[in-house]
């Protein structure tokens, strides 16, 4: 199935209720159940209206089955393989067969040395793993590279003060994705547990969890990387993101992509200048589509970098992009790093291309998301697999209908 979207002919002002933060919710979800906290009592809404991410976190959380299947929920697979470590019983964690291709064996081999029992039932070093877990691993120290997936150390963080030892975590290297080690700090520390920077490359985690047995309440965020679809449509719209009234949204959110604000007020000024737009995306990769697609279609040069960690997110995000932007005339270069465009396109205007332009998402919600706003300069675009969006935030389409986005579902 593939949508065709057309766009408005006029903008309407309206309230959008952006879905609740991943981030905060899964780490929240995780930190309760280890608490003995049931997910219905955390979320209080049903399952049903949450987007994929949230929903299987939870669903693995309440269940008890052989055979937990996180389906595309990378946050899923690294929180869940940690829990299910220091969860008595044993269970198959696996997943579509996508994130099974998403590299695991650093996480596992973090886990093996502080005492966690896990077989790879399949490829070495990556899912689906059978997990034989018990309440209380060794812990101690451990040293790992500050490169990998912050979801590596954040999903080792959490379940630190169940350890004997608690754990003291040494980062090597050049740390990526610091602001998501910075929300789970945060939230451990508000549900009792005691963990802080002992220097700049060390955390240390005390043994023993510290959290009141009474049901915890915390604030879950509206999610910042799907307020930047609304940023990128008040840009290409040359609009003020004031136009839509986005709700529960923090401005002093603990999330890294509250930065989303900063670097669209730096791309509004830079519109002025010849120089391309640079910036470095190390602490928020979930906003290089929407930017990569905003300067496109706004005909802004740019040079971004800290990106290595596109190459294994839910597809190659770095040649997803370069693939369906060449469709309409723009020629990205790529390294592991950065993504650069040097202004020129191979079609004068995007106006006359093709109307039948199809893009397509390659299972990835955020190409869905970050292409569909292309309507405003085409006039319309076709978007291959509508319904990934549904990984992260379900009710994005209805809500491009809010303000005037034509919808129309096409074989």
């Given amino acids: 199935m593939k949508l065709k979207v057309t766009a408005p002919k006029t903008i309407q002002q309206c309230t959008i209720e952006l879905p609740p933060s991943k981030s905060i919710a899964n780490r929240v979800l995780i930190l309760s159940a280890l608490n003995g906290v049931k997910p219905e009592k955390v979320l209080r809404r049903p399952l049903t209206e949450l987007c994929d991410d949230i929903r299987v976190v939870a669903e693995m959380l309440q269940r008890d089955d052989e055979v937990v299947d996180v389906c595309a929920a990378g946050t899923a697979m690294r929180f869940g393989t940690a829990y299910l470590a220091v969860t008595d019983g044993t269970r198959t964690i696996t997943g579509t067969e996508r994130l099974q291709e998403r590299p695991i064996g650093i996480l596992v081999d973090a886990l093996r040395s502080l005492g966690a029992r896990i077989e790879y039932v399949g490829k070495e070093g990556f899912p689906p793993l059978r997990i034989t877990g018990k309440s209380h691993l060794r812990g ?45 700090q945060e939230l451990m520390r508000q549900f009792g547990a005691s963990v802080e920077w002992t220097d ?33 449509i008040a840009s290409i719209a040359h609009l003020q993101p004031s136009v839509f009234h986005l709700q529960s949204l ?77 469709k309409m005339g723009f020629a990205l270069e790529a390294t592991d790093d950065s993504l650069s465009w040097n202004g020129s396109t191979l079609n004068s205007k995007l106006t006359t291309l093709n109307s039948k332009l199809s893009i397509s998402t390659y299972h990835d919600h955020r190409m869905a998301m970050a292409f569909a706003p292309c309507a405003l300069r085409m006039g319309e675009i076709i978007i291959e697999d509508p319904d990934v969006v549904s990984k992260s935030y379900p009710t994005y389409w209805s809500d491009l209908e809010k303000i005037g986005f034509e919808l129309c579902y096409i074989s």
């Fill in 200 to 232: 700049e490359r060390t955390i240390r985690v005390e043994p023993g969890y510290n959290y009141r047995q009474e049901e915890k309440t915390v604030m879950i965020e509206a999610d910042w990387t799907a307020a930047s679809y609304w940023y990128e």
């Fill in 140 to 184: 101690g120290s451990l040293t790992m590279n500050g490169g990998v997936s912050s979801q590596f150390i954040s999903a080792l963080l959490m379940i630190a003060p169940t350890m004997q030892e608690g754990l003291t975590l040494k980062l090597e290297g050049q740390l990526v994705s610091t602001p998501y080690l910075y929300i789970t």
């Fill in 250 to 326: 923090c401005s002093d959110s603990i999330q890294g992509d509250r930065v989303c604000d900063e670097i669209f007020r730096l791309l509004d000024q830079q519109q002025t200048k010849q120089e391309p737009f640079e910036y470095d995306f190390e602490d928020c990769p979930d906003l290089v589509q929407t930017l990569v697609v905003t300067c496109c279609m706004n005909a802004v040069p740019f040079r971004f970098t800290g990106l290595r960690t596109l190459r294994i997110k839910e597809t190659d995000r770095i040649s997803a992009l370069q693939t369906e932007l060449a």
